[in-house]
């Protein structure tokens, strides 16, 4: 079993940044490929980032390209983070990191789940 618990939501300012962590425990976090995914009010939950187990290959939305970026710390912690600059207020959503067995771009991909925090772009 793994659990996932996000950290870092709240209220940021347009054209601020902002970091999430990701915390994870359980087995061989090394081998999971993570993701983070976010959903804003009255739409569906949609992909953002995800990195290998290994962390050498990233992919991220076209929406967010350029301006998050998506790391992990297999030595040290069992943690993923992304980290978020430039924001503007369409990223406004509750963030979800998910762990997979491989790299996916869709929701069905990923395993586990966090619960989600929550990030508010103001205008």
């Known amino acids: 079993q793994v659990r996932l618990v996000e950290l870092g939501g709240g209220l940021v300012q347009t054209g601020g940044s902002r970091g999430l962590s990701c915390v994870v425990s359980?087995?061989?976090?090394?081998?999971?490929?993570m993701g983070w995914f976010r959903q804003a009010p009255g739409k569906e939950r949609e992909f953002v980032a995800a990195?290998?187990?290994?962390?050498?290959?990233?992919?991220y939305a076209d929406s967010v390209k350029g301006r998050f970026t998506i790391s992990r710390d297999n030595a040290k912690n069992s943690m993923v983070y992304l980290q978020m600059n430039s924001l503007k207020p369409e990223d406004t959503a509750e963030y979800y990191c998910?762990?997979?067995?491989?790299?996916?771009?869709?929701?069905?991909?990923?395993?586990?789940w966090g619960q989600g925090t929550q990030v508010t772009v103001s205008s």
């Open positions: 990195i290998s187990w290994s962390g050498g290959s990233t992919y």
């Open positions: 998910a762990a997979a067995t491989h790299i996916a771009y869709a929701e069905n991909g990923y395993d586990y």
């Open positions: 359980g087995r061989d976090f090394s081998s999971y490929a």
